[in-house]
């Protein structure tokens, strides 16, 4: 479900059925991640956000000074490039990253939160299968270590990953 916020930050939503919902923001800054997000001393983006009643009050940081990863794929024309959270579930603000390569095989992901990612590139890839845990075993420790700070640019040069 998308909700879209308002000039000032703020949404509404109705019709929410009580229970665990997974948040995502997208069309933020260029360089912008969302640092911080807590409802009742819960941590959002780590354990998600649980709806228990009609009055909910979400606390957010959004930081200006996301880390870049920039690169080419080898032979990787329109490639899907994948930038995966090391950890199991994204928490404290990293989320999965994806984007196409350009004709020459060029990227650039920027917004990133600090943290350990794994880095992937395809030539093509249906969906959101890097979502997928039976997907991803396949591929897991072929996945480039890409550790990424705030404010810093991360060069990455790889080959694709064939995928049929």
Do not use: C
């Not at 990227?107 to 979502?131: E, V």
């Not at 810093?152 to 064939?162: G, I, K, M, S």
């Amino acid at each position: 479900m998308d909700i879209k916020t308002a000039a000032d930050g703020s949404f509404s939503q109705e019709s929410l059925s009580s229970g665990y919902y997974a948040v995502e923001f997208d069309n933020l800054p260029i360089d912008a991640y969302i640092a911080e997000l807590t409802e009742a001393q819960r941590n959002v983006l780590a354990d998600g956000l649980e709806i228990r009643s009609t009055d909910l009050q979400l606390n957010g940081v959004i930081s200006l000074r996301g880390g870049s990863v920039e690169g080419k794929i080898q032979k990787g024309a329109g490639a899907v490039v994948v930038l995966v959270p090391e950890a199991k579930l994204p928490t404290d603000g990293r989320q999965h990253h994806v984007i196409s390569a350009n004709q020459n095989g060029e990227f650039s992901i920027r917004g990133i939160a600090p943290g350990s990612y794994r880095f992937f590139a395809w030539s093509k890839l249906d969906g959101a299968a890097y979502k997928n845990p039976d997907f991803m075993k396949d591929y897991g420790g072929r996945g480039i270590l890409v550790v990424v700070a705030k404010g810093q640019r991360v060069d990455v040069e790889a080959t694709l990953l064939d995928y049929n």
